[in-house]
């Protein structure tokens, strides 16, 4: 089992939907995540970190749930620009056991 | 404010041959990380550095090898290319505490190895 596993889509949305997508890990010692954008053939984007339960910016949520391990992104009234590769990341820090796990990602295409 | 920059943006080499990637950053952050990034593989860590000076491998070390001379550049090189290192290579950095804060991304350089 990977340690950081995404569905990768594609999810095709119309505009103005809400999207939902979920990170499931398997280190219960990640400590921190990251949700990270990436446009085809560019450079990944920080969105949004998640240290506690939680976290919203404008139209994006991002929730930690710790007991069943899994990290969810939720998009509200998506928008054509919004179409990338979401990127799910979990950072562990843990003695010598130092990284980042990053996800394969999940397609996102929001269509007019 | 440039943040994190990466030189070449392309290259194709051949089989055997050598280069450097140099990376860049001017947001004084002490980790510095290099990734490689293939279709279905996701982003793998190549080599990182904790601060000026230090090196430390990451995933998929063979065949790289880095260097950290100033706070601000982290170099990769391939020392005798080959083909199975093709691949869009990516540099980053972070603040101190690096594992658990974001990564700022260099735009990447795409490298092919005939």
């Known amino acids: 089992r990977k340690e950081v596993e995404q569905d990768p889509g594609p999810f095709n949305v119309p505009e103005g939907a809400t999207v939902a997508f979920n990170c499931t890990y398997s280190n219960s010692a990640s400590q921190s995540f990251f949700w990270y954008r990436q446009d085809c053939r560019k450079e990944p984007k920080l969105l949004m970190s998640?240290?506690?339960?939680?976290n919203e910016d404008g139209r994006f949520t991002a929730q930690l749930n710790r007991a069943s391990q899994y990290i969810s992104l939720l998009i509200r009234d998506s928008k054509l620009s919004d179409s990338a590769t979401y990127l799910c990341?979990?950072?562990?820090?843990?003695?010598?056991?130092?990284?980042?796990?990053w996800g394969l990602g999940t397609s996102l295409a929001v269509n007019p | 404010n440039a943040g994190v920059t990466q030189t070449p943006k392309f290259r194709v080499l051949k089989t055997g041959q050598s280069m450097t990637l140099l990376c860049a950053q001017d947001?004084?952050?002490?980790?510095m990380y290099w990734y490689r990034q293939d279709p279905g593989m996701g982003l793998r860590l190549i080599h990182y550095?904790?601060?000026?000076?230090?090196?430390a491998k990451g995933e998929v070390p063979d065949g790289y090898n880095v260097s950290r001379l100033k706070k601000q550049n982290f170099l990769l090189g391939l020392e005798s290319a080959a083909p199975s290192q093709t691949s869009v290579y990516f540099c980053a950095s972070s603040r101190l505490e690096g594992f658990g804060q974001p990564q700022h991304f260099g735009d990447g350089t795409r490298l092919s190895i005939l």
């Open positions: 990341v979990g950072a562990l820090n843990a003695g010598n056991n130092r990284k980042l796990i």
């Open positions: 947001m004084n952050h002490e980790y």
């Open positions: 998640v240290y506690s339960s939680g």
């Open positions: 550095s904790v601060g000026e000076g230090t090196t």
